[in-house]
T-cell receptor, first 114, second 109 residues
Framework: GAVVSQHPSRVICKSGTSVKIECRSL??????MFWYRQFPKQSLMLMAT?????????EQGVEKDKFLINHASLTLSTLTVTSAHPEDSSFYIC??????????FGQGTRLTVV | QKEVEQNSGPLSVPEGAIASLNCTYS??????FFWYRQYSGKSPELIMF????GDKEDGRFTAQLNKASQYVSLLIRDSQPSDSATYLC?????????FGKGTRLHILP
């Protein structure tokens, strides 16, 4: 199956700082990446859809100025959590879906804001 | 609003027994249905996918789909302690995949 590499796997940052999460597709060209967030014992919630070379599409309730997504190439998509606060602490996962089939996930990033 | 509903559990099943996990979804236009397994602190991994009504078997796993009832299930035969995890039902009405909250399964040794 397709390989999606995500890092860092864990990050701790101070409140008010920004954190960048990278997601790379290693053996395919990802025209569309999906970014999910998962709070403890909750489901994966889709945050945004990232299309290569264009602006990301955000789900209702997700602040696009806070969660900056860049998909500048077919192999790299980034999510930057700006001015992070403790309530942003969560498990962030990127995903690529092969059209009509399953989604392939990155390893996830555990963000802790202190 | 598109929703996927699952019983959160935990569901406790003795080792060697059959574990039955259920899921309902709200969007009748959904075409693709998935079961993912997620261990604590890890990303989901695909167990099964199903597109057509009926049963689909893969090893110890059987997925069942009933589009008229908007119902998907997963059966795990000969349950093993390593099957203890959270099982996420997922539905795809379009290019996105919508996940349920997951059912925690605990296999009792």
């Amino acid at each position: 199956g397709a390989v999606v590499s995500q890092h860092p796997s864990r990050v701790i940052c101070k409140s008010g700082t920004s954190v960048k999460i990278e997601c790379r597709s290693l053996d395919f060209q990802a025209t569309t990446m999906f970014w999910y967030r998962q709070f403890p014992k909750q489901s994966l919630m889709l945050m945004a859809t990232s299309n290569e070379g264009s602006k990301a599409t955000y789900e209702q309730g997700v602040e696009k100025d806070k969660f900056l997504i860049n998909h500048a190439s077919l192999t790299l998509s980034t999510l930057t959590v700006t001015s992070a606060h403790p309530e942003d602490s969560s498990f962030y996962i990127c995903s690529y879906r092969v059209l009509g089939t399953e989604a392939f996930f990155g390893q996830g990033t555990r963000l802790t804001v202190v | 609003q598109k929703e996927v509903e699952q019983n959160s559990g935990p569901l406790s099943v003795p080792e060697g027994a059959i574990a039955s996990l259920n899921c309902t979804y709200s969007d009748r236009g959904s075409q693709s249905f998935f079961w993912y397994r997620q261990y604590s602190g890890k990303s989901p991994e695909l167990i099964m996918f199903i597109y057509s009504n009926g049963d689909k078997e893969d090893g110890r796993f059987t997925a069942q789909l009933n589009k008229a009832s908007q119902y998907v299930s997963l059966l795990i035969r000969d349950s093993q302690p390593s099957d203890s995890a959270t099982y996420l039902c997922a539905v795809s009405p379009d290019d996105k995949i919508i996940f349920g909250k997951g059912t925690r399964l605990h296999i009792l040794p």
